[in-house]
């Protein structure tokens, strides 16, 4: 897409989590410190006050994450803190935050997801390419017993293709958004995404024929010239005498 639009859909759907309640594997357990700090962070992440929030996901993870552990709130609190750090630019944070998530979550779509628009936004385009393939490999199970919609899949498939417009390999963006047609035909974002990869497309085919037409007529009048013009060698005297010498 356009440079400035570039991933312009984050597809951060960790901020879906701001309302998710860590579920607990009983819930007879008392609420842990942790927990608590996780609760409090969703909330500060919600209205936008991702510094704070990032201060008390740091705290929550200092904290015993045994209770925590037990539902899926450490992986929503890798998840959001990721958000909270893209969110104020820290990359290098939140890509160390990504990586710890996967460590412990390595098949999380969104975490890959998140990984890939961190890796884009550092120039880091192969590595986010990746990142973008694995998160939709792992999509249709997801994590933490939850099914992967299919608005996050046709979003991540935007940002693929979104990162391969941007790199110039039109064909692969074309791909990409035509396959998050296939599952929301009526995604605008896709349809504009797709209309500009296949003008992008054809313009490269249409400049690399004028480029071989020109190279071959650049051969073919060269090649003319040198037929047309080129001095026969001259006799050399010396050897022509030589040679009618021999003969007699």
Known sequence: MK????????AIIAVIACFVTPVMADQNITVDQAVTLYNRAEELLSSKDYQDAVTIYDQALASNLTNI????GLLYLYRDKSYALIQL????DALQTINDGLSLYGNDAMLWNNKGYVLA????????LNSYNNALTYAPTGMANELIDNG????????????????????????????????NPGN?????GLALAKNAAAS???SMIIIIVIVLIGVAGAGTWYFKF????????????KVRKGKK
């Open 188 to 192: 605008s974002y896709s349809t504009n």
């Open 152 to 183: 996050t899949i046709v979003q991540i498939l935007n940002n693929k293709g979104d990162l391969l417009y941007k790199t110039g390999q039109f064909q692969g963006a074309v791909d990409a958004y035509t396959q998050a047609l296939s599952i």
């Open 204 to 206: 490269m085919v249409s």
């Open 89 to 92: 630019n820290r990359t290098d």
């Open 69 to 72: 552990k037990m539902g899926d």
């Open 3 to 10: 440079s400035g639009n570039f991933i312009n859909f984050l």
């Open 230 to 241: 080129r001095k026969p060698a001259e006799e050399n005297p010396a050897e022509t005498k």
């Open 121 to 128: 936004s550092q120039g880091k385009y192969q590595d986010a």
